[in-house]
């Protein structure tokens, strides 16, 4: 897979670049594995509507995918209960600095983007909203509907883990 995806990656890299930068997107997905005792004992399955689980065991998978070309260039796999920041951190390296990740709100958390910042890597994010959700605090207008803002490391999260930089300043 590594292989055939780099090779493919090099030779349709032009037309994964948009301004001068290679844009993927990030996101997860579930898929069924065979109805099998190992894939049951090592992926697991999801709970059912009617209680119970699910007639399958199912894999939960991170793909990194060239935004318009749609090449898978990396893929993390993993049993049902990991959760999709836990595979994509695994894809960190991979992103290349300079880069553009396009990702649903599922990726708006404070570390996750602190860490796409130490990589140099741009990128393009839904807010997530309600009371609990990480807030921008717009401090300089650019335009219209365009706004320098700061994300400020949730205190609890800067307790666990102090090399994370207090804050992040973002265009909004």
């Given at each position: 897979?590594?292989?055939?995806?780099?090779?493919?990656?090099?030779?349709?890299?032009?037309?994964?670049?948009?301004?001068?930068?290679?844009?993927?997107?990030?996101?997860?997905?579930?898929?069924?594995?065979?109805?099998?005792?190992?894939?049951?004992?090592?992926?697991?399955?999801?709970?059912?509507?009617?209680?119970?689980?699910?007639?399958?065991?199912?894999?939960?998978?991170?793909?990194?995918?060239?935004?318009?070309?749609?090449?898978?260039?990396?893929?993390?796999?993993?049993?049902?209960?990991?959760?999709?920041?836990?595979?994509?951190?695994?894809?960190?390296?991979?992103?290349?600095?300079?880069?553009?990740?396009?990702?649903?709100?599922?990726?708006?958390?404070?570390?996750?983007?602190?860490?796409?910042?130490?990589?140099?890597?741009?990128?393009?994010?839904?807010?997530?909203?309600g009371k609990t959700a990480l807030k921008a605090v717009k401090t300089r207008k650019l335009g219209k509907d365009d706004w320098l803002a700061?994300?400020?490391?949730?205190?609890?999260?800067?307790?666990?883990?102090?090399?994370?930089?207090?804050?992040?300043?973002?265009?909004?």
């Amino acid at each position: 897979f590594e292989g055939l995806a780099g090779t493919l990656a090099k030779k349709h890299r032009e037309a994964s670049t948009g301004l001068g930068l290679v844009v993927y997107a990030l996101d997860g997905s579930c898929f069924r594995v065979p109805d099998e005792e190992e894939n049951d004992n090592y992926f697991g399955r999801p709970g059912s509507s009617r209680g119970g689980k699910s007639g399958f065991p199912q894999m939960r998978v991170v793909l990194l995918i060239t935004a318009f070309t749609h090449l898978v260039v990396q893929a993390a796999l993993g049993p049902y209960k990991t959760g999709e920041m836990t595979l994509a951190e695994t894809l960190l390296p991979m992103i290349a600095p300079g880069s553009l990740l396009l990702m649903d709100r599922n990726y708006y958390a404070f570390a996750w983007l602190a860490s796409l910042f130490t990589k140099r890597a741009f990128f393009l994010v839904r807010a997530k909203t309600g009371k609990t959700a990480l807030k921008a605090v717009k401090t300089r207008k650019l335009g219209k509907d365009d706004w320098l803002a700061t994300l400020t490391a949730p205190a609890y999260l800067r307790r666990l883990n102090p090399d994370l930089p207090a804050a992040l300043e973002i265009r909004l």
